[in-house]
């Protein structure tokens, strides 16, 4: 099983941007489709984005798309989600996802790892 932890969360004004990141350790890295889902404070943990093994493919969800961009590099074992024109309503606990396939990971069937997750503070 994969091992993984996030950072790059923070405090930024809305309007901002902020780059978080995913390191991961354990199982081959590049056998996975990887993923960020995200929770703010009594609601359910949502899909955000996710891309492919190779990282040839992406999907977003509607809320973020055109704001946020996942990437991954595979020789260093990381993924990153960029996100730019950061609203209040983004603010949530952020976390990574290692899984089977893009399909899966969005409706969480295939995830099989998840990391602790970092706290993402959008300020009005």
């Known amino acids: 099983q994969v091992q993984l932890v996030e950072s790059g969360g923070g405090l930024v004004q809305a309007g901002g941007s902020l780059r978080l990141s995913c390191a991961a350790s354990?199982?081959?890295?590049?056998?996975?489709?990887m993923g960020w889902f995200r929770q703010a404070p009594g609601k359910d943990r949502e899909f955000v984005a996710v891309?492919?093994?190779?990282?040839?493919?992406?999907n977003y969800a509607d809320s973020v798309k055109g704001r946020f961009t996942i990437s991954r590099d595979n020789a260093k074992n990381t993924v990153s989600l960029q996100m730019n024109s950061l609203k209040p309503e983004d603010t949530a606990v952020y976390y990574c996802?290692?899984?089977?396939?893009?399909?899966?990971?969005?409706?969480?069937?295939?995830?099989?790892?998840w990391g602790q997750g970092t706290q993402v503070t959008v300020s009005s």
């Open positions: 891309i492919s093994v190779s990282g040839g493919s992406t």
């Open positions: 354990g199982r081959t890295f590049s056998g996975y489709a």
């Open positions: 996802a290692a899984g089977i396939t893009m399909a899966t990971m969005i409706s969480r069937l295939g995830i099989r790892s």
